[in-house]
């Protein structure tokens, strides 16, 4: 079983940046594919980005691509999801997720869940 701890979020203006990040614990965390969600009031959690075991791979929804990064650290067991120029549209609470594969194709699948962690952008 994977654990995920997201930290990072806070309030920033139109064209800022932030950096959340997510710590995955459990014996086969570093070998998991993980990925970043957000949901925004009163809508349905969405996909953001996702990265490979390795880190070698990535996937990003149209409406971020160009402005977030997703990364994982050396050892693996930390992702990163680095936001810049960032819009109010984007305002939403994220969730860093963990699957066992990697599929670019397919953004299902997804077994452990972080707590969540607020963005807030205004203009």
């Known amino acids: 079983q994977v654990q995920l701890v997201e930290s990072g979020g806070g309030s920033v203006q139109t064209g800022g940046s932030l950096r959340l990040s997510c710590a995955a614990s459990?014996?086969?965390?570093?070998?998991?594919?993980m990925g970043w969600f957000r949901q925004a009031p009163g809508k349905e959690r969405e996909f953001v980005a996702g990265?490979?075991?390795?880190?070698?791979?990535?996937t990003y929804a149209d409406a971020v691509k160009g402005r977030f990064t997703i990364s994982r650290g050396n050892a693996k067991n930390t992702v990163y999801l680095q936001m810049n120029s960032l819009r109010p549209e984007d305002t939403a609470v994220y969730y860093c997720?963990?699957?066992?594969?990697?599929?670019?194709?397919?953004?299902?699948?997804?077994?452990?869940w972080g707590q969540g962690t607020q963005v807030t952008v205004s203009s």
């Open positions: 997720a963990a699957r066992p594969l990697y599929d670019s194709t397919y953004q299902g699948g997804y077994n452990a």
């Open positions: 459990g014996r086969t965390a570093s070998t998991y594919a």
């Open positions: 990265i490979s075991s390795t880190g070698g791979s990535t």
